[in-house]
């Protein structure tokens, strides 16, 4: 009895440890949000917020690396015959839409928990909070070892974002990203190419009969293209969407056009890479000359039955699939989207986050870390 009595004391005691760590690391959470919120960061221009980023990190007394605008930390013990985690989420915003009716860089929390700025809710909340986790497991036994990436230029996918980064790093079997996604986790996510497309026909004077008309002979293409079904449908982010956004041709009203320029979003999917679509689409409109700007925004998945998934199940919450673009469309490696916070708030007048979603989250991050084997 008194070996149990023993046990029980120092059972609770860890947990009022674990319950006042989890308190401290929410707020310098909340209190790391805010000061990134007054510090506008738009794509490219995230230096200012990288410096507090580093300092963050460095206050733990953790060795910090950087590279333009993009910080990490490796957790200490590194261990290169153990396998690698990242935990991943950006500094930078997109710019405010002309709705706001509150100062965007005025981190302001009001009755109902909602912490109102740019940024906050995409993807400041989960950036803060896989931090919390990061610091939190740095000192924990782990069977892996734990990286922490905070990137720049995901709004853009910019050049200078994570892929500047990637061989920088030691290698990575399994990425965390954070992005808003209520905390269920995205297993798989569509890819983007985007198309200049170019139909040709033949000048004439447009009060003769003469010439091919470069738009008449679009419109071929732009119908084959709207019908379009490529053979293959992913099971969680079903078919690949193609959609001609841009349209122009002619150079005064008497010439008939011999060119017909067009823009193609085509959002891609895990049953194809991107060049394995670009050849389908071609085939369907061989009287189309197609040209991506790029192919390097890959469509990405991750097995359902990955352990880091099965714990996110088992803690109550749905795996799906998400049809926005986030640095998974640069990663080598596997990874999964989790973190605080709602897709439909990005971008908005007004953003913000509900505190108890940051709290929510670091809880389950470190659920997930804690004990983890891959």
């Known amino acids: 009895m008194k070996n149990q009595t023993s046990t029980c004391v120092r059972y ?13 690391l929410y707020y310098q959470a909340i209190d790391l949000l805010k000061e990134l919120i007054a510090i506008p960061s738009f794509s490219r221009e995230e230096g200012a917020a990288a410096d507090v980023i580093e300092c963050r990190l460095t206050r733990d007394n953790i060795t910090v ?23 991943n989420s950006h500094i930078d915003t997109v710019k405010p839409v ?23 809710n995409d993807a400041g909340a989960s950036l803060v909070s896989l931090i ?37 790093l030691p290698k990575i079997d399994v990425a965390i990203v954070g992005e808003p996604t209520g905390m269920n986790p995205a297993i798989a996510e569509k890819g983007l190419m985007v198309l200049d497309a170019e139909v040709k ?21 732009i119908r084959a293209l ?10 969680m982010l079903g078919p690949v969407k193609i959609s001609v956004t841009q349209i122009n041709a002619g150079t005064q009203h008497n010439v008939v056009p011999d060119s017909c320029k067009m823009v193609v979003d085509v959002r891609t999917t895990d049953a194809y890479t991107n060049a394995e679509t670009l050849g389908l689409i071609r085939q369907a409109v061989p009287e189309c000359i197609c040209t991506p700007r790029s192919t ?34 640069l990663m080598p490696w596997q990874s999964v989207k989790v973190g605080p916070g709602q897709s439909s708030r990005s971008h908005t007048a007004d953003e913000y986050v509900m505190t108890e979603e940051i709290r929510t989250a670091i809880a389950i991050y470190i659920r997930v870390l804690n004990g983890l084997t891959i």
């Open 201 to 221: 026909g033949v000048a004439g004077h447009a009060a003769r009969d003469e010439g091919d008309n470069a738009i008449y002979r679009a419109v071929d293409t």
């Open 226 to 235: 709207k019908e379009l079904q490529l053979p293959k449908v992913s099971e």
């Open 98 to 120: 002309a709705g706001w009716t509150r100062d965007p860089f005025m981190p302001e929390e009001d009755e109902h928990g909602r912490i109102f700025g740019l940024g906050s």
């Open 132 to 168: 919390a986790a990061f610091i939190y497991m740095s000192e924990q036994t782990r069977s892996y070892n734990l990286i922490m990436l905070a990137s720049a230029e995901e709004e853009v996918s910019g050049k200078n974002g994570i892929e500047s980064v990637i061989n920088l």
């Open 65 to 87: 690396s950087r590279h333009g605008n993009n910080v990490w930390a490796v957790a200490p013990g590194y261990d290169p015959a153990l396998p690698t985690i990242l935990l």
């Open 296 to 329: 390097r925004l890959n469509p990405s998945g991750i097995s359902p039955e990955h352990p880091i998934v099965r714990r996110l199940e088992i803690l109550g919450y749905m795996p799906f699939g998400s049809p926005t673009l986030s640095d998974q469309a």
């Open 12 to 24: 609770h005691f860890i947990l009022l440890n674990l319950r006042m760590d989890m308190d401290e």
